[in-house]
């Protein structure tokens, strides 16, 4: 009766809305595509383990089938002889297998080790989770940023991570696997990308209320393209002092309460007890908020006014702003480049 309903025809939309939802295309978050060699090495991994489980379903569901039609019942035949138990079978297909698990564990371990390595030559960044966003540190460049990773395409990055509050899980699907952010030890992950090029994150570990929203971004480029991010990040803020709407946004930073929280390098340098991004250079990060948000006027809009509307959960207040104070501060992050 249940299977009867179930199968109601109007049912059959959401089974085709699954089946078409692998058909998209340029799926940011799509663990098919790998776009640099860790991410390859799995998906190699996991095609060769896919095509041997399609052989095996294959053979299996054919002698299931051919006996099926082979041994029914036809008149005028006798029942055939009923049997329980055959060892020399029973043996057969618990060897079977044990041979092929065997088979596909040589190149699964091989892949674990590989991926755990420390590459040689490496770009060391730190990783650090929060609820919700990710803190990037660049221990050789004295860099902070947040929520977007900007990393040399071609180039092996070793990220040391770990977490400020509760687990959570960084995953560049494109990139490689994921791999647990823990408070108090560090977990080890490579990346690197091929090309040039934008790919997203997501915490892979439920972490609270706005964990959906916990995303980030890489951005890959080239060696000449890095060089010149990594000047630009490594420079102060300028404190601005020309009567400006973007000079009204900065007094609005320093005394609305947003420096308890935010650094803004030579504008405002002691970090408080809670740590959100780093604002220095926020212009140049394509998305904020968990890079749940495109860094644009009317999103930073809807944030400033209410932060929790956006991401439920966030430790950033409703500072209750005024419309100018918000125009001036949005006037103030464009210049923070
Ligand atoms: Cu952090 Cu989910």
């Known amino acids: ?4 309903k179930f199968f109601k025809f109007k049912n059959f939309k959401y089974f085709f ?4 939802s692998a058909c998209i295309e340029n799926a940011p978050l799509d663990s098919l595509s790998p776009e640099g060699p860790y991410a390859r090495s799995i998906d190699e991994l996991f095609w060769l383990t896919f095509w041997i489980a399609v052989i095996i379903f294959v053979l299996v569901q054919g002698v299931l089938l051919i006996s099926v039609f082979i041994f029914r019942e036809k008149p005028n035949k006798p029942e055939p002889k009923q049997i329980h ?20 564990a040589v190149p699964t371990v091989r892949t674990i080790f590989d991926l755990a390595r420390e590459p040689e030559d490496a770009l060391k960044i730190e990783v650090i989770g929060h609820q919700w966003w990710f803190e990037y540190k660049y221990p050789d460049y004295g860099i902070t940023t947040a929520n977007v990773l900007v990393i040399p395409s071609d180039t092996p990055i070793r990220l040391e991570m770990w977490s400020n509050d509760v687990l959570h899980n960084y995953w560049v ?15 080890y992950l490579n990346l690197q990308a091929d090309n040039p090029d934008e790919f997203w994150a997501q915490c ?4 609270g209320l706005s964990h959906s ?3 980030g971004r890489v951005i890959s480029l080239s060696e000449s393209d890095f060089d010149s991010w990594i000047k630009i990040q490594q420079q102060n803020a300028i404190k601005l002092e020309d009567g400006s709407l973007a000079a009204e946004g ?22 408080g007890d809670r740590i959100a991004p780093n604002l220095t250079h926020f212009a140049t990060r394509t998305v904020f908020a968990g890079a749940s948000l495109e860094n644009n ?10 932060p929790a509307k956006i991401k439920p959960g966030t430790f950033m207040p409703n500072l209750e702003l005024t419309e100018a104070e918000i125009n001036a501060l949005i006037a103030y992050l464009g210049t923070l480049k």
């Open 1 to 4: 009766m249940l299977m009867k």
């Open 17 to 20: 809305l699954v089946f078409i």
């Open 85 to 104: 138990g055959n060892t020399k079978l029973e043996i057969i297909w618990t060897v079977i297998p044990v041979l092929i698990l065997a088979f596909i």
């Open 173 to 187: 699907p494109k990139l490689n696997g994921k791999r647990y952010l823990v408070p108090g030890q560090k977990t």
């Open 204 to 207: 892979g570990e439920y972490c």
């Open 213 to 215: 929203k916990m995303r």
């Open 250 to 271: 900065q007094t609005v930073y320093l005394n609305a309460g947003c420096t308890q929280c935010h650094v803004i390098n030579g504008v405002w340098d002691t970090q």
């Open 297 to 306: 006027e009317e999103n930073l809009t809807n944030w400033l006014a209410n």
